[in-house]
């Protein structure tokens, strides 16, 4: 089955703690994607990746690191958590950049951080 | 800067009525547009999608939307809506030569019975 999945989908920390999500695809998709949700803001763009060893900050990168050695995985690091990234987070990836191709998302990671 | 707009963010209808949720972007070039749905506790998921074939798109669940470019609209309809269509829908827009979508801050779709 095609999916996205994202690991673990609930996680409680404390700041400052080092934490890890994990993002993996079995589409073959060149373009991944991290976003976050927060009520009123809709999604906002953390970082993406159009391809292997190939990533560009989004619209929100601050506090947050990615990095894509595999074309499948796409691991979204808080090296040191705030409370202000608490928040839901969604991974996504599609075929490509360049065309208008859908995004597939995850089914979420509710992060907090106290 | 490039953006989406959706008016409104909690639309309440009911049931059999008239389904009309709004999305606005800003244009300079010609853009990819997308409606997703997002239900409860749920990742998102694509309703439908304009990639300049035909103006009025029909998405699943009896979705439809329709190109306009002189409003730079991709409003979302459904002629009757269904309790099961209660869940947050999103616009998102992709332009063309840039490498990020950009999404709208979300609808949230009540259906009364």
């Known amino acids: 089955e095609a999916q996205v999945t994202q690991n673990p989908r609930y996680l409680i920390t404390v700041t400052g703690k080092k934490l890890t999500v994990t993002c993996s695809q079995n589409m073959n998709h060149e373009y991944m994607s991290w976003y976050r949700q927060d009520p009123g803001l809709g999604l906002r763009q953390i970082y993406y990746?159009?391809?292997?060893?190939v990533t560009d900050k989004g619209d929100v990168p601050e506090g947050y690191k990615v990095s894509r050695k595999e074309k499948r995985n796409f691991p979204l690091i808080l090296e040191s958590p705030s409370p202000n990234q608490t928040s839901l987070y969604f991974c996504?990836?599609?075929?490509?950049w360049g065309q208008g191709t859908e995004a597939f998302f995850g089914q979420g990671t509710r992060l907090t951080v106290v | 800067a490039q953006s989406v707009t959706q008016l409104g963010s909690h639309v309440s209808v009911s049931e059999g009525a008239l389904v009309l949720l709004r999305c606005n972007y800003s244009?300079?070039?010609?853009?990819?547009l997308f409606w997703y749905v997002q239900y409860p506790n749920q990742g998102l998921q694509l309703l439908l999608k304009y990639t300049s074939a035909a103006t009025l798109v029909k998405g699943i669940n009896g979705f439809e939307a329709e190109f306009k470019k002189s409003e730079t609209s991709f409003h979302l309809t459904k002629p009757s809506a269904h309790m099961s269509d209660a869940a947050e829908y999103f616009c998102?827009?992709?332009?063309?030569?840039?490498?990020?979508?950009?999404f709208g801050t979300g609808t949230k779709l009540q259906v009364i019975p």
């Open positions: 244009s300079s070039v010609p853009p990819y």
């Open positions: 996504a990836s599609s075929l490509s």
């Open positions: 990746s159009m391809n292997v060893e």
């Open positions: 998102a827009v992709k332009w063309e030569g840039y490498q990020k979508v950009t």
